[in-house]
């Protein structure tokens, strides 16, 4: 609780409790929109406005004009207490509180501009504007999770534009949000010469006529070259490219653009052109574009299927069935997937029970439309693995996606797991939607609704990560002269989600059969070798040659494989297998990897107790190590550790130095190397983990086995291994070597920072480890 900001709500509340059409505030202490809201129709109060409204609109900001700056010279002293009362609430010291504007409260309304972007050292005067945004809870510091780069954009624009009629105030935090790009779009109409008035932030017929007179190349600078550069940092990393705020084209910015163009499935040119334009501002893109996918809810016969693919489209979204009592007879139709492969197409499920509103979205709701999605596939013949879109069809706000649409998505997870997991859940739904689903929830792939541009899911948020289908256009489709029918068109993403073939319907055999069969040959080849542990060589085969010579370590880390073996192996084994698709969460899980860890595992055990040895620095603490380095890197936008892993550790949705594969590659290794340790055969190991129903429980069982179920522990056995092994000096210098090849060799080691700055760090893994197998609950 704020001691000021209670003050301020006491205030607020006294002063005009009585007044028709006030709405009183909370009195806790505590900052929040409805105290904004009581403070604005205090203003309102005073500016002689009856009809009184939490929205700061054109009669509120006209009168306050009329009435001319705020500041030492202004005689009500209740105007002076609501900037006051604002500045507190906005963490600035407001002055006095008795109504007198005095060097304080100029002071704060000074810094409060310095923050905004202006340089206005001898101005402490509130105009109408700065009045305006006084009165929201936008931020203008750096706040967790934003960047100074984004930051330093959104000063600039306030600092250029304010002085339009149309143009207000917006957050300087660091974050890309919704008003900041309508702000960014304002600010290219406004160069493209649109009146003032005229001026909405909308993607319309003159700014996108803008953007195709305007596009930008290498070589090029001036505002055009300024404002794409803020659109393309907007849209944030592509892989580990990224760009910076300029005013001339130059190389670097080109590789940027390349790098979006192909994760955007754009022609790639590396230019400024109209669809890279478009698809930086708004979530459809150029609805024109090509697009080789799309969506329907009705039926695709053999001559519709060979039309759209004349019209090339190649893959088609289909429901896989429908509320009981509604009757648009959406669903696939018996013979339907027939006609649609005979007519050369493949085809993407999706699963939508209503989902229109947040009353659709619970636990248990996605809990049984998970299970009757799973049984209308298997009936309808889709082999396992196949990906299964669950829909989110209506604008979910960031409050409603953490209150019921995540919770609706982890019983879809338990759901599918009721059935043993045949198949992998996508999701559909806004930009927004899509990303914390998938990193909060674990949805594979994500199908975007990208045509509803307007959607404020779809607004300040960058396209998902994982995205594979993204909706740009709904229109009426003509197969022939007498049949037509409503279309959605949706780009479909090269080397993700490739849909469902004939190929993918009637089969037996799961996508993890080859790994396994893999293993079992290895097995017995490593048997034939009659040299050691059969297991103890077949883990070493997987780690060669990545995880294996002096240069990456390893072979200090725990010693070096059988050579011999390796050519035996290579001369009289199975072909390799690299990698296979995970049944549980459909991520690509790489043999080596989990080799070197199940090979570490079996070599050196794991620490004892909340002890942390070289068997745990070969899987999860020399990820944990790096990402460690990662977060320093990026300390600037992320003060915190614990919102650092809540953002980016094992996420399906982000790249980072400890993805959501590499956690499933060490706990599996775990479990596995421990177990061979014990005695175990790892080919059966693998067959139950990855064959059978293992995988189901892997984060449970390794949670259990590992920690004892207890966050503490893993937070005690996280600190261990970032500050304390012991007298293992060589194990020490290798966590040192970790961090410091990601952040650099002047990078402030964990032993060295406070437990109040380590600590949420370790406490951000450690929950991230119980989500997961509270997941599988």
């Known amino acids: 609780m704020d001691e000021k900001v209670l003050a301020a709500q006491k205030w607020v509340n006294a002063t005009y409790g009585g007044v028709s059409g006030y709405n009183r505030c909370p009195e806790n202490g505590a900052t929040g929109w409805a105290t904004m809201f009581s403070l604005t129709r205090g203003l309102q109060v005073e500016l002689g406005i009856t009809a009184l409204s939490d929205s700061f ?15 030492p010279s202004t005689s009500n002293k209740n105007i002076i207490r609501i900037v006051q009362s604002a500045l507190f609430c906005k963490g600035y010291w407001g002055g006095n509180e008795d109504g007198t504007y005095d060097a304080a409260t100029t002071a704060s309304v000074t810094q ?28 203008y510091s750096l706040l967790s999770g934003g960047t100074e780069e984004v930051r330093t954009i959104q000063q600039w624009l306030n600092s250029s534009y304010l002085n339009k009629s149309t143009f207000f105030l917006i957050p300087c935090d660091g974050h890309y949000t919704r008003d900041v790009q309508t702000a960014l779009m304002k600010a290219l109409q406004y160069e493209f010469g649109v009146p003032e008035d005229q001026a909405t932030g909308n993607f319309g017929p003159t700014t996108q006529a803008g953007l195709r007179n305007h596009q930008v190349a290498e070589g090029d600078s001036g505002i055009f070259v300024k404002l794409f550069s803020a659109a393309c940092v907007f849209n944030g990393r592509v892989g580990s490219t990224s760009t910076v705020f300029k005013t001339a084209f130059d190389s670097a910015l080109t590789t940027y653009v390349r790098a979006f163009q192909e994760f955007s499935a754009l022609t790639v040119n590396g230019r400024g052109d109209y669809q890279t334009w478009a698809q930086l501002l708004v979530s459809m893109g150029d609805p024109d574009r090509d697009a080789g996918a799309c969506d329907t809810r009705f039926h695709i016969s053999v001559d519709r299927a060979r039309a759209l693919v004349s019209g090339g489209y190649t893959v088609v979204g289909r429901y896989l069935d429908e ?18 492969f005979d007519g050369g197409m493949r085809v993407f499920p999706i699963s939508q029970y209503g989902a229109r509103s947040l009353s659709d979205f619970t636990f248990p709701q996605g809990y049984a439309h998970a299970q009757k999605a799973h049984d209308r596939a298997v009936g309808y013949g889709f082999n396992t693995g196949t990906v299964i879109y669950f829909a989110v069809d209506y604008d979910a706000t960031d409050p409603e996606i953490t209150s019921n649409i995540v919770p609706y998505f982890n ?9 043993g997991k045949r198949y992998v859940a996508g999701v559909y739904g806004s930009r927004n939607v899509c990303s914390r689903v998938s990193a909060e929830a674990y949805a594979r792939y994500s199908f975007v609704s990208g045509m509803s541009w307007g959607f404020s899911g779809n607004l300040g948020f960058p396209m998902p ?13 003509s197969a022939s002269q007498t049949d ?41 080849t490593a048997v034939r070798y009659d040299k050691g542990n059969p297991s103890l060589r077949v883990m070493e085969y997987l780690r060669y040659p990545r995880y294996v010579d002096l240069y990456s370590g390893w072979q200090t880390l725990i010693g070096d494989v059988d050579r011999d073996w390796i050519a035996y192996a290579e001369d009289n084994g199975p072909n390799r297998v690299t990698s296979f698709t995970d049944p549980s969460y459909g991520v ?31 899987g999860w603490g020399g990820d944990l190590s790096t990402f460690y380095g990662d977060w320093r890197n990026n300390a600037d936008s992320y003060a915190s550790g614990y919102a650092f892993c809540m953002d980016r550790l094992a996420k399906l ?15 599996d290794g775990y479990l596995v190397g421990t177990a061979v340790k014990n005695g175990a055969r790892i080919d059966e190991q693998v067959q139950s983990l990855i064959g059978g129903n293992g995988h189901l429980r892997r984060f449970t069982n390794y949670f259990a086995q590992r920690h004892g179920s207890s966050v503490s522990h893993a937070e005690d056995t996280a600190r261990t291994m970032l500050v304390d092994v012991g007298d293992d000096d060589v194990l020490d210098a290798m966590r040192t070597q970790a961090i410091r090849q990601v952040s650099g060799w002047n990078t402030l080691l964990p032993g060295y920072l406070t437990d109040g700055k380590l600590d949420p760090y370790l406490q951000g893994y450690a929950e991230t480890l119980q989500k997961l197998a509270d997941q599988e609950s």
């Open 588 to 618: 690509t899980v790489h043999a080596d990897h989990f080799g070197a860890t199940a090979n570490a595992f079996y070599l050196k055990g794991s620490g004892s107790g909340t002890g942390a040895n070289r068997g745990d620095f070969g």
């Open 411 to 419: 019983g879809v997870q338990s759901g599918l797991a009721s059935r």
């Open 112 to 139: 409060l501009k310095r923050n905004a972007g202006f340089a206005v050292p001898s101005d402490g005067r509130v105009q109408p504007k700065i009045f305006k945004a006084l009165l929201t809870m936008d931020a």
């Open 653 to 667: 949705n982000v790249s980072s130095s400890f993805s959501f594969g590499d956690m499933v590659e060490d706990v």
């Open 465 to 477: 990560e994982n995205w594979s289908f993204t909706q740009i256009k709904e229109f009426r489709f």
């Open 323 to 340: 509320d009981p009592d509604s009757t648009l007879d959406k669903e696939i139709q018996p013979g339907e997937l027939d006609a649609i």
């Open 484 to 524: 037509s029918f409503d279309l959605d068109r949706d780009v479909q993403r090269p080397h993700a989600d490739k849909g469902v073939g004939r190929d993918g319907i009637g089969g037996t055999e799961s996508p993890v059969s080859k790994y396994v069969q893999y293993i079992a040959d290895l097995y017995s």
């Open 57 to 71: 609109g054109p009669t509120t900001l006209s009168k306050l004009a009329a009435l001319g700056d705020i500041g």
